[in-house]
């Protein structure tokens, strides 16, 4: 079964200041999907980045960035220049490419100091 | 840019009763699904739905729930028989195919009473 783990519940970051979320995941996969997903007060849920197991390169997305180590099993997430709007729950998430569901981490709630 | 979308934004119903909750999903997906998130707790996948038929379930998803596509745009759930432990927020989403990503509706909260 796979499973995925954010250890850390809440984190704070000064604004304009880089703050990295951390998530490892399990699985005997090897062709999947990792995604960092936002949601905000509203509790809407926005992709915030996806990359594929396959690739080596790290995905970026503006401010957003990943560090994935395929070996390690760890998809950690950057940002950069953090912003009041960056404030939410952070879920990180897995999906096996043959498979519908998308397993959720049980997220980290990102507090923007001003 | 296209959006999932879902009705009602916030449902209120008494216990033993039935709802429905709807979703209209991108017009040229194809694989349709519900997640739901309890408060305070991690998004739960639900079911998936592909080409009139239900292609997977979760432990959760038992015989008081059921899907379907009415029509050529809606995607409903529909809890037959609510309990107070059904109370969460409920995501639609869907994809145009199988390497596609995901994308999330906003949500429906249910509350039963």
């Known amino acids: 079964a796979q499973t995925v783990t954010q250890s850390q519940p809440e984190m704070s970051v000064q604004e304009a200041e880089t703050v990295t979320l951390s998530c490892t995941y399990d699985t005997s996969e090897s062709d999947y999907y990792l995604f960092w997903y936002k949601q905000p007060p509203s509790r809407q849920m926005i992709l915030v980045i996806r990359?594929?197991?396959?690739?080596?390169q790290n995905a970026t997305e503006n401010r957003f960035s990943v560090n994935f180590q395929k070996a390690a099993k760890s998809f950690s997430l950057k940002i950069s220049d953090s912003q009041l709007g960056d404030a939410a729950m952070y879920f990180c998430?897995?999906?096996?490419?043959?498979?519908?569901?998308?397993?959720f981490g049980k997220g980290t709630r990102l507090h923007i100091l001003p | 840019e296209p959006e999932v979308t879902q009705t009602p934004s916030h449902q209120v119903t008494q216990m033993g009763q039935e709802v429905i909750l709807r979703c209209v999903p991108i017009s040229n997906h194809l694989y349709f699904y519900w997640y739901r998130q309890i408060l305070g707790q991690k998004v739960e996948f639900l079911v998936s739905f592909y080409n009139n038929e239900i292609s997977e379930k979760s432990e959760i998803f038992d015989d008081q729930f059921s899907v379907e596509r009415p029509d050529g745009s809606n995607f409903t759930l529909k809890i037959r028989s609510t309990k107070l432990e059904d109370s969460a927020m409920y995501f639609c989403a869907s994809r145009w195919d199988r390497t596609d990503t995901q994308y999330f509706g906003p949500g429906t909260r249910l509350t039963v009473l």
């Open positions: 990359q594929e197991a396959y690739k080596q």
């Open positions: 998430a897995f999906q096996v490419n043959r498979d519908d569901k998308i397993i």
